[in-house]
């Protein structure tokens, strides 16, 4: 019985820019068919659009995946069998492969300059008819040098027809294939060219990439039998909309950079969990998800057809179950990287309060004055910011002494236990009137983390400092 293929998938990258969720998602898919079914994920890096590569972005590119979780088998970074791994290291290949195409029939150096090809673009827009190429071909081909761009000749005009994996039977009619660019003028390859025969030469069996790339599919499959290729499967991922659901995402609302994530304090394995769900859904009610759940659960049949909206409100969802999930160092680890200032013993008091009120852990940079900075500084009551509406300032020391009195005898230990002291007290005279003075005693803040909380993380001395100060303020 013959052994069955080894599946190999790939994200292959271009240095452009940071990358963001749209990127991040087709790594992510691919990555977890590949480790589902025990076979080959590859980092391939597509630099060969020079103009537009932005330094640094390798480096950005592994960074990002490597803070994620996702780890591949070879690489631009680590190697392997199928090196280089770098696009504008494996030119030689490509002009191996253009040659085959040359001796073939199948290519020809364009005679055209840039100049000449828009003249002729412009008049086909002022005469209102598509501009293609192939009418336009040259009758006598010359020899390439290397100094002219190198095109694919499509040798016959026809409809085409695929299947893709996820969106069933495709096709294309006539007008999708034009003569394009195999090798330009600076010797680098075009992405439609140098994909299919890196894919070919590192055995990739299935290709994961976005549904802009459909329209190009006729070219591809003309290059693959020209060159006697059977082509990998083809895996279109539904498209990434933003809030509205309209239109793709943009930098704009949501498309932001990946590490910008990390460094807002978001959990790793929550943003996996999000960006999985973002276009495909394993079945069933469960939505929290680790990411060795998300590869067993994995599959391609399973890969939605119409586009995801990024929910905003969805992912901080996620992310606040996943701090909850995470154990109590790791919480309090996090809890440090934003609120240096404070005391190790002071944070683990807090760590409970923190995770119970944070959906991310750079939210504490926003909330910390509010919320957090009174456990760092005694407030200077305000004896009119004591005073419960319409009840008197004597009616006021009275409800505080007896609270005072309750926590002195009372356990401070826990917010449950401070409240069993506080509130049989409070129903009885009204809860205003005996909540709203110890609030702003302890906290010196009309509105904050409530009272029973703030007296069991400020601790029981503390505490009755802040009240004793209040009625002192109120006396004064």
């Given at each position: 019985?013959?052994?069955?293929?080894q599946?190999?998938?790939?994200?292959?990258?271009?240095?452009?820019?940071?990358?963001?969720?749209?990127?991040?998602?087709?790594?992510?898919?691919?990555?977890?068919?590949?480790?589902?079914?025990?076979?080959?994920?590859?980092?391939?890096?597509?630099?060969?659009?020079?103009?537009?590569?932005?330094?640094?972005s390798?480096?950005?590119i592994?960074?990002?995946?490597?803070?994620l979780?996702?780890?591949?088998?070879?690489?631009?970074?680590?190697g392997?069998?199928?090196?280089?791994?770098?696009?504008?290291?494996?030119?030689?290949?490509?002009?191996?492969?253009?040659?085959?195409?040359?001796?073939?029939?199948y290519?020809?150096?364009?005679?055209?300059?840039?100049?000449?090809?828009a003249?002729?673009?412009?008049?086909?827009?002022?005469?209102?008819?598509?501009?293609?190429?192939?009418?336009?071909?040259p009758?006598?081909?010359?020899?390439?040098?290397?100094?002219?761009?190198?095109r694919?000749?499509?040798k016959?005009?026809?409809?085409?027809?695929?299947?893709?994996?996820?969106?069933?039977e495709?096709h294309?009619?006539?007008?999708?294939?034009?003569?394009?660019?195999?090798?330009?003028?600076?010797?680098?390859?075009?992405?439609?060219?140098?994909?299919?025969i890196?894919?070919?030469?590192?055995?990739v069996?299935?290709?994961?990439?976005?549904?802009?790339?459909?329209a190009?599919?006729?070219?591809?499959l003309?290059?693959?039998?020209?060159?006697?290729?059977?082509?990998?499967?083809?895996?279109?991922?539904p498209?990434?909309?933003?809030?509205?659901?309209?239109?793709?995402?943009?930098k704009r609302?949501?498309a932001?950079?990946?590490?910008?994530?990390?460094?807002?304090?978001?959990?790793?394995?929550a943003?996996?969990?999000?960006?999985?769900?973002?276009?495909w859904?394993?079945?069933g009610?469960?939505?929290i998800?680790?990411?060795?759940?998300?590869?067993?659960?994995?599959?391609?049949?399973k890969?939605h057809?119409?586009?995801a909206?990024?929910?905003?409100?969805?992912?901080?969802?996620?992310?606040?179950?996943?701090?909850?999930k995470?154990?109590d160092?790791?919480?309090?680890?996090?809890?440090?990287?934003?609120?240096?200032?404070?005391?190790?013993?002071?944070l683990?008091?807090?760590?409970?309060?923190?995770?119970?009120?944070?959906?991310?852990?750079?939210?504490?940079?926003s909330?910390?004055?509010e919320?957090?900075?009174?456990?760092?500084?005694?407030?200077?009551?305000?004896?009119?910011?004591?005073?419960?509406?319409?009840?008197s300032?004597e009616?006021t020391?009275?409800?505080?002494t007896?609270?005072?009195?309750?926590?002195?005898?009372g356990?401070?230990g826990?917010?449950?236990?401070?409240k069993s002291?506080?509130?049989?007290?409070?129903?009885t005279?009204?809860?205003?009137?005996?909540?709203?003075?110890l609030?702003?005693?302890?906290?010196?803040?009309?509105?904050?983390?409530?009272?029973?909380?703030?007296?069991?993380?400020?601790?029981?001395?503390?505490s009755?400092?802040?009240?004793?100060?209040?009625?002192g303020?109120?006396?004064?």
């Amino acid at each position: 019985m013959s052994q069955e293929k080894q599946i190999v998938t790939r994200f292959a990258p271009s240095p452009t820019g940071f990358l963001h969720v749209g990127g991040v998602r087709t790594a992510l898919y691919a990555w977890a068919f590949a480790r589902k079914h025990g076979g080959r994920f590859i980092l391939r890096i597509e630099d060969t659009d020079k103009a537009r590569e932005v330094e640094g972005s390798i480096t950005h590119i592994i960074e990002s995946l490597t803070w994620l979780g996702i780890d591949w088998d070879e690489g631009v970074d680590i190697g392997g069998p199928h090196a280089p791994y770098l696009q504008s290291k494996r030119l030689e290949s490509y002009k191996k492969y253009a040659n085959i195409l040359i001796e073939k029939g199948y290519a020809y150096p364009d005679p055209y300059s840039e100049e000449e090809i828009a003249e002729l673009r412009l008049k086909a827009e002022q005469e209102k008819r598509v501009f293609l190429f192939r009418d336009h071909r040259p009758e006598t081909i010359g020899t390439w040098d290397g100094t002219k761009p190198l095109r694919f000749k499509i040798k016959e005009i026809k409809e085409s027809r695929w299947h893709d994996a996820v969106r069933g039977e495709l096709h294309a009619g006539p007008e999708a294939l034009d003569d394009f660019i195999l090798i330009k003028s600076d010797g680098y390859p075009t992405y439609n060219f140098a994909h299919i025969i890196d894919d070919l030469e590192m055995g990739v069996t299935h290709i994961m990439r976005a549904d802009e790339f459909i329209a190009s599919v006729p070219k591809f499959l003309a290059l693959y039998e020209a060159l006697s290729i059977t082509p990998p499967i083809l895996v279109t991922l539904p498209p990434i909309l933003g809030a509205e659901g309209t239109k793709k995402l943009s930098k704009r609302d949501g498309a932001k950079d990946i590490l910008d994530y990390r460094n807002e304090g978001y959990v790793p394995e929550a943003l996996v969990n999000f960006l999985a769900f973002l276009g495909w859904n394993p079945g069933g009610d469960k939505e929290i998800m680790t990411p060795r759940e998300i590869i067993e659960a994995f599959s391609i049949e399973k890969i939605h057809k119409s586009g995801a909206m990024f929910n905003e409100e969805k992912l901080l969802w996620m992310n606040k179950e996943h701090i909850r999930k995470q154990g109590d160092e790791v919480q309090l680890s996090q809890i440090k990287k934003f609120m240096p200032q404070y005391g190790d013993e002071l944070l683990k008091k807090l760590r409970p309060l923190i995770v119970d009120r944070i959906s991310f852990y750079g939210e504490l940079l926003s909330v910390e004055q509010e919320e957090f900075r009174l456990f760092l500084e005694r407030p200077v009551p305000v004896p009119e910011k004591l005073i419960w509406k319409d009840t008197s300032k004597e009616k006021t020391i009275e409800y505080l002494t007896n609270v005072l009195t309750r926590i002195q005898e009372g356990s401070s230990g826990t917010p449950d236990e401070v409240k069993s002291c506080i509130m049989p007290y409070a129903d009885t005279e009204g809860r205003g009137n005996v909540l709203w003075p110890l609030r702003v005693s302890l906290s010196g803040k009309e509105k904050s983390i409530d009272p029973f909380s703030l007296i069991a993380y400020l601790g029981k001395e503390e505490s009755l400092a802040r009240i004793n100060s209040a009625i002192g303020a109120l006396k004064a």
